[in-house]
């Protein structure tokens, strides 16, 4: 900054005196050679402070070059030595690692020979660990036995020969687990109630079987700890109160030897009820056919029988005409108006007694076509039924696939449901109207049985009648 401001200072003081020569020539050659000395002068002391500086700068920035240099010498100087401290570190480790390898061989070599046999013990041990720790987590027993528990969780997480304080405590422990699974004892546990309320109750244990309440059989959680009962019990299952007083000797117990796998079934089991909830409408109607079938097979069937006592006693007194079909017929052959007329004549009689016996059978079938009509139609409303379980089971799978069965499930049982109560409700009709179709015929081949020998009965007499005019017409000739 300084040399810039000397050299302004001497080209102003250069143009002060070219101004002043032009003025003044004289005098500005004198003035001028004065001045010239002058910034001449200063120009030289100038550079050489100039010069002494820039010296100075430069030996500075050398001294600090070559301190920069030493240190950097230092620095790598240093890392070769941290390198060198590194790589005979790497080369102890490595030769230590192998060591460690060889002498892990030889050690694991040595357990092999050493332990023998006692890995497959081990391995044996472990296994029946495991299947007794499985067995406790859901058996009823850990209620009032576990107290070998947490030993045989330790030799299941274990990792090495299990001691012998383990290996008493798995023996201790399937020992106590056996002993429980023959007892029939009372105890108490924690039970959740239809309302979702906990509370303390007696319960009777049936060994390693099962839970019995106040209310029948009850569903053990061992992961919580606690008991729920079934919604559907067993019929005649047992309760806590008779196993606890029992009121006789050799009493019938009804058990689930799969505990709890059978029972939790039986909740799964639908009732009639539910079945035919799940046929939906056309199967409300399939039951209301039956029904009314079934009604009209009673009757018929309740009339049948009657009509057919009726005649078995009208044949064994036919000379008291009663009110039945057979009496009814015997009144048009005893009738004295009718009889009057038809003396003389068979084929009035046969179309009379003809008349009656179409009427009776009228009677007799009453019903009948109804019922094999109600026979008929079931079988088509199931398939009905089947058609419209199908559809919604695919306008299920239209709307959210079919990757849950249950969501299908509505269809699929509307459609076998309905299928199965045609068909049963079709049977039952068919097997009724057969059976009263056979009733009717044999009381109408009764009735015609009887009305034929009327006619053939009526017709020996009208021939007798003419022998007898026949043989009384010359006599009275031969007399005369």
Same mark, same amino acid.
């Given at each position: 900054?300084?040399?810039?401001?000397?050299?302004?200072?001497?080209?102003?003081?250069?143009?002060? #005196?070219?101004?002043?020569?032009?003025?003044?020539?004289?005098?500005?050659? /004198?003035?001028?050679?004065?001045?010239?000395?002058?910034?001449?002068?200063?120009?030289? #002391?100038?550079?050489?402070? /100039?010069?002494?500086?820039?010296?100075?700068?430069?030996?500075?920035?050398?001294?600090?070059?070559?301190?920069?240099?030493?240190?950097?010498?230092?620095?790598?100087?240093?890392?070769? =030595?941290?390198?060198? %401290?590194?790589?005979?570190?790497?080369?102890?480790?490595?030769?230590?690692?192998?060591?460690?390898?060889?002498?892990?061989?030889?050690?694991?070599?040595?357990?092999?020979?050493?332990?023998?046999?006692?890995?497959?013990?081990?391995?044996?041990?472990?296994?029946?660990?495991? %299947?007794?720790?499985?067995?406790?987590?859901?058996?009823?027993?850990?209620?009032? +036995?576990?107290?070998?528990? &947490?030993?045989?969780? /330790? *030799? !299941?997480?274990?990792?090495?020969?299990?001691?012998?304080? %383990?290996?008493?405590?798995?023996?201790?422990?399937?020992?106590?687990?056996?002993?429980?699974?023959?007892?029939?004892?009372?105890?108490?546990? @924690?039970?959740?109630?239809?309302? $979702?309320?906990?509370?303390?109750?007696?319960? *009777?244990?049936?060994?390693?079987?099962?839970?019995?309440?106040?209310?029948?059989?009850?569903?053990?959680?061992?992961?919580?700890?606690?008991?729920?009962?079934?919604?559907?019990? &067993?019929?005649?299952?047992?309760?806590? @109160?008779?196993? *606890?007083?029992?009121?006789?000797?050799?009493?019938?117990? !009804?058990?689930?030897?799969?505990?709890?796998?059978?029972?939790?079934?039986?909740?799964?089991? &639908?009732?009639?009820?539910?079945?035919?909830?799940?046929?939906?409408?056309?199967?409300?109607?399939?039951? +209301?056919?039956?029904?009314?079938?079934?009604?009209?097979?009673?009757?018929?069937?309740?009339?049948?029988?009657?009509?057919?006592?009726?005649?078995?006693?009208?044949?064994?007194?036919?000379?008291?005409?009663?009110?039945?079909?057979?009496?009814?017929?015997?009144?048009?052959?005893?009738? #004295?108006?009718?009889?009057? =007329?038809?003396?003389? +004549?068979?084929? =009035?009689?046969?179309?009379?007694?003809?008349?009656?016996?179409?009427?009776?059978?009228?009677?007799?079938?009453?019903?009948?076509?109804?019922?094999?009509?109600?026979?008929?139609?079931?079988?088509?409303?199931?398939?009905? $039924?089947? !058609?419209?379980?199908?559809?919604?089971?695919?306008? !299920?799978?239209?709307?959210?696939?079919?990757?849950?069965?249950?969501?299908?499930?509505?269809?699929?049982?509307?459609?076998?449901?309905?299928?199965?109560?045609?068909?049963?409700?079709?049977?039952?009709?068919?097997?009724?109207?057969?059976?009263?179709?056979?009733?009717?015929?044999?009381?109408?081949?009764?009735?015609?049985?009887?009305?034929?020998?009327?006619? =053939?009965?009526?017709?020996?007499?009208?021939? *007798?009648?003419?022998?007898? /005019?026949?043989?009384?017409?010359?006599?009275?000739?031969?007399?005369?």
């Amino acid at each position: 900054m300084k040399p810039f401001l000397t050299k302004t200072l001497l080209l102003s003081a250069l143009t002060v #005196s070219a101004y002043s020569l032009t003025a003044n020539p004289t005098l500005a050659a /004198d003035t001028l050679n004065n001045d010239a000395q002058v910034i001449s002068e200063k120009l030289l #002391s100038d550079t050489k402070q /100039d010069n002494k500086q820039l010296t100075k700068a430069l030996k500075q920035r050398e001294a600090g070059f070559k301190l920069t240099e030493q240190e950097i010498k230092q620095q790598r100087q240093a890392l070769l =030595a941290k390198q060198r %401290q590194l790589q005979n570190e790497t080369e102890t480790l490595s030769h230590q690692f192998t060591r460690n390898e060889e002498t892990l061989a030889k050690l694991e070599t040595r357990l092999r020979l050493e332990t023998g046999s006692l890995g497959e013990l081990f391995g044996v041990v472990r296994q029946s660990a495991k %299947q007794l720790n499985s067995e406790i987590s859901t058996a009823v027993t850990t209620i009032d +036995s576990a107290t070998f528990t &947490p030993i045989v969780a /330790d *030799v !299941v997480a274990a990792k090495t020969l299990p001691s012998m304080l %383990q290996l008493t405590g798995l023996w201790s422990a399937l020992s106590e687990q056996i002993k429980a699974s023959g007892e029939i004892k009372t105890v108490n546990l @924690a039970v959740i109630d239809g309302e $979702g309320q906990l509370a303390d109750k007696q319960a *009777v244990r049936l060994g390693s079987i099962g839970l019995v309440g106040d209310q029948g059989y009850l569903a053990w959680n061992g992961e919580k700890q606690t008991a729920t009962a079934y919604l559907k019990q &067993p019929s005649n299952g047992p309760v806590a @109160a008779n196993l *606890v007083n029992p009121s006789s000797v050799g009493n019938v117990v !009804v058990l689930d030897p799969s505990r709890g796998v059978m029972l939790a079934q039986l909740e799964n089991t &639908p009732t009639l009820k539910d079945r035919l909830e799940n046929g939906g409408t056309v199967g409300y109607v399939i039951m +209301s056919l039956l029904v009314i079938g079934l009604l009209i097979a009673i009757v018929q069937g309740m009339k049948l029988i009657i009509t057919r006592r009726q005649i078995k006693q009208q044949l064994a007194n036919p000379s008291q005409i009663g009110n039945n079909p057979l009496g009814r017929i015997l009144q048009v052959y005893t009738d #004295s108006n009718v009889k009057s =007329a038809l003396h003389n +004549s068979t084929e =009035a009689l046969e179309l009379r007694l003809m008349e009656v016996v179409v009427d009776e059978q009228q009677g007799l079938e009453k019903g009948l076509s109804m019922l094999k009509l109600l026979a008929a139609l079931a079988p088509m409303l199931g398939l009905l $039924g089947t !058609v419209t379980g199908m559809i919604e089971t695919f306008q !299920v799978i239209t709307q959210f696939g079919n990757g849950d069965p249950k969501v299908m499930a509505g269809g699929i049982s509307m459609a076998l449901i309905t299928t199965v109560l045609g068909l049963v409700a079709a049977m039952p009709l068919l097997l009724a109207h057969n059976i009263l179709s056979t009733k009717a015929d044999n009381i109408r081949d009764t009735l015609e049985k009887q009305g034929i020998s009327l006619v =053939a009965e009526e017709a020996e007499k009208i021939a *007798v009648a003419a022998v007898n /005019d026949t043989n009384v017409t010359p006599l009275t000739q031969q007399v005369g």
